[in-house]
C-alpha cells in the first residue's frame, strides 16, 4: 500500500487555467505538507496543516489554496497558472518532528 | 534562522570507490537532522536520520553519518558505491515543532563504471 499517494502524477496546462492536485495518506498522521522543488531542484516548504489546520504559510501567491477535509487528505488548488509555476510538487506528512513520508511528486508544466 | 549548506553540487565518482557528501547545518537549538535521496524522476525516500543519542547512524544500503556538533556538519559516507546509488541526496534540518523541513541545495551523486 502506498503510504502517501498523490495524483496526477504528470499535469500540463495552459497559462491562466485553473487546476488541484490531490494527496492522500494512510499512514495515521496529524502533520501533511506541501513541497515545491523547482527547476535546479531545490525544495522548499510551500504549506502546512496539522489535523486540518493551516499551521505554515510560507509567503506563497493566493493563487496557491491547500484545503484539507480532513487529517488524511490535503489537496493544493492553484489559480491562474503562471509558467514560473512549472514544476515538481511533492506532498509529505509526518508525526510530530519525526520523518517525513514524501508522495511521488507531481510534475507541473505550465505551457 | 535555521539553514542547510551542502557543500558540492555534484559528486563523480567510480564504482567501489568511497565517497562523501557534505552537509553543514546553522541552529541556535537542538536539531533533527535527515538525508533523503530522489532518485530519476521519483519522490524523496528517507536515508537515515539523527533525532537524539548515537552520533553515527546507518541505513540499511551501507550508508553512514556522524552528527557533529561542534562543526555543525552531518556529513554522509559510503565505503563503496555501486551504479544504483547514483541520484541527488539532500541533506535536511527540521524546523522548529512544526515538522517543517529546510533543504539543503541537493548533491548530485554520479557514479561511473
Known amino acids: 500500500d502506498t503510504a502517501v499517494s498523490q495524483t496526477p502524477k504528470y499535469l500540463v496546462t495552459q497559462m491562466g487555467n485553473d487546476k488541484s492536485i490531490k494527496c492522500e495518506q494512510n499512514?495515521?498522521?496529524?502533520?501533511m505538507y506541501w513541497y515545491k522543488q523547482d527547476s535546479k531542484k531545490f525544495l522548499k516548504i510551500m504549506f502546512s496543516?496539522?489535523?486540518?489546520?493551516?499551521?505554515i504559510n510560507e509567503t506563497v501567491p493566493n493563487r496557491f489554496s491547500p484545503k484539507s477535509p480532513d487529517k488524511a487528505h490535503l489537496n493544493l488548488h492553484i489559480n491562474s497558472l503562471e509558467l514560473g509555476d512549472s514544476a515538481v510538487y511533492f506532498c509529505?506528512?509526518?508525526?510530530?518532528?519525526?520523518?517525513?513520508?514524501f508522495g511521488q511528486g507531481t510534475r507541473l508544466t505550465v505551457v | 534562522a535555521q539553514s542547510v549548506t551542502q557543500l558540492d553540487s555534484q559528486v563523480p565518482v567510480f564504482e567501489e570507490a568511497p565517497v562523501e557528501l557534505r552537509c553543514n547545518y546553522s541552529?541556535?537549538?537542538?536539531?533533527?537532522l535527515f538525508w533523503y535521496v530522489q532518485y530519476p524522476n521519483q519522490g524523496l525516500q528517507l536515508l537515515l536520520k539523527?533525532?537524539?543519542?548515537?552520533?553515527l547512524v546507518e541505513s540499511i544500503n551501507g550508508f553512514e553519518a556522524e552528527f557533529n556538533k561542534s562543526q555543525t556538519s552531518f556529513h554522509l559516507r559510503k565505503p563503496s558505491v555501486h551504479i544504483s546509488d547514483t541520484a541527488e541526496y539532500f541533506c535536511?534540518?527540521?524546523?522548529?515543532?512544526?515538522?517543517?523541513?529546510?533543504f539543503g541545495q541537493g548533491t548530485t551523486l554520479q557514479v561511473k563504471p
Open positions: 509529505a506528512s509526518s508525526q510530530d518532528e519525526a520523518e517525513a513520508f
Open positions: 499512514l495515521g498522521h496529524d502533520t
Open positions: 496543516y496539522n489535523n486540518k489546520e493551516l499551521i
Open positions: 541552529s541556535s537549538v537542538s536539531v533533527y
Open positions: 539523527y533525532l537524539s543519542g548515537s552520533t
Open positions: 535536511a534540518v527540521v524546523s522548529g515543532n512544526t515538522g517543517k523541513l529546510i
